[in-house]
C-alpha cells in the first residue's frame, strides 16, 4: 500500500508535530470529501450548503492569517506590527490548526534557502517525490534535518517559545469546547483550516517549475527570466492566492512586502492591502517602498 508507505515515511522520518499535523490534515480532507460524497454521512451531519459556505469562509480566513502573518511577517518581516498585535496574532494560531508559527517558518526558510536544489523541504518533483504528494502528504518533507539555527533570533518574539509549547495543549482545548457548543462546529473547523493548507500547497506546487516540466507556459509569467531559479507566477489565482500567487517576483525579491509586479506603480496585492491598512490604523509599519 502505497498510502501506508507514505505514513510509515513520515512517521519514521519527520518531526512528530509534522505527523500530528498530517493526521489533521487527511482527517480534514476525508470529512469535507464525506460530507459532499457519502449519504449516510451527510444525513448525519444534517448537509446544506451553509456547511460547504462555512468551510469556504473559513478556509479563506485561514488562509490570509497563515499567508499574511505566517509567511510576511513572522517568516519574512516584510512588516512590524505592535507588541500586544503581535503577542494576539501568534496566540491566536491554534484556532487556525496551520500548525505553529516556529515550524512554519523554519520549513518556509528552509524553502528559500534551497528553492529548486536539493534541500528544499517541498519541492514539487524530486528523486522520490511526484506533484501528487506535496498535495497529498504536505507534511512529508523531503530534508530530514530542520535546521534550527535559521530560527534561533525568531524564537525571541513575542509569545514564540509559549505557543512553541502549548499549542497542542490549546489545539484539545478548543476541540473540546467546540464539540461541546456543537459538534458540527468541530467538523467545519477541521475541514475548513484544512482546505487552506490544501490551497497553500497548491500554491507551493505549482508555484515552482522542476526542469522537465511539461508547464512551460507558465514559466516565470510575467516576471523577469534571467535568474537560476525556477519559481512561476500563477496566472488565474489571484483570488485564492491572496496575493501570494505572484511567486516568481516573491522568490526574486524576497524583501518585498507588495508582491503585485506593478507595486512600483503603486498596485497593491491582496495581502499587501491588508498589510496597507493595517499601516494607516497604526498597527504595522513598513520600512520599504513596496
Ligand atoms: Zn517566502
Ligand atoms: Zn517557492
Known sequence: MIFLDYYKKIYN?????????????????????????????????????????????VQRICGHYSTLFYHRMLAHN??????????????LSPFALQGY???YVVVHLMHHKYADQEGDPHPPVSATRQRWVNLVFPFLHDSKELELKLILK??????????????????????????????????IWIAGTQLGIFMGYILNTYGHNPPQSKLFFWKHYRGEKETAHKAVNLPGWSL???????????HTYPQRWNFHPDAPAGKLDQNAWIIDKLVNLGIAKVDTPW
Open 154 to 187: 525568531f524564537m525571541r518574539r513575542p509569545a514564540q517559545k509559549f505557543i512553541t509549547k502549548f499549542y497542542w495543549h490549546m489545539v484539545a482545548a478548543i476541540a473540546v469546547a467546540l464539540c461541546v457548543i456543537n459538534y458540527k462546529l468541530l467538523f
Open 101 to 103: 508559527p516556529a515550524g
Open 13 to 57: 522520518n519527520q518531526h512528530v508535530d509534522g505527523f500530528r499535523l498530517q493526521v489533521i490534515y487527511h482527517i480534514g480532507m476525508l470529512i469535507l470529501l464525506a460530507s459532499i460524497l457519502v449519504p449516510p454521512f451527510r444525513e448525519w451531519l444534517g448537509f446544506g450548503w451553509w456547511f460547504v459556505l462555512w468551510v469556504f469562509i
Open 78 to 91: 516584510h512588516f512590524t506590527v505592535v507588541p500586544w498585535f503581535e503577542r494576539l496574532v501568534v496566540l
Open 240 to 250: 485564492q492566492g491572496r496575493g501570494e500567487n505572484w511567486h516568481y517576483i516573491h
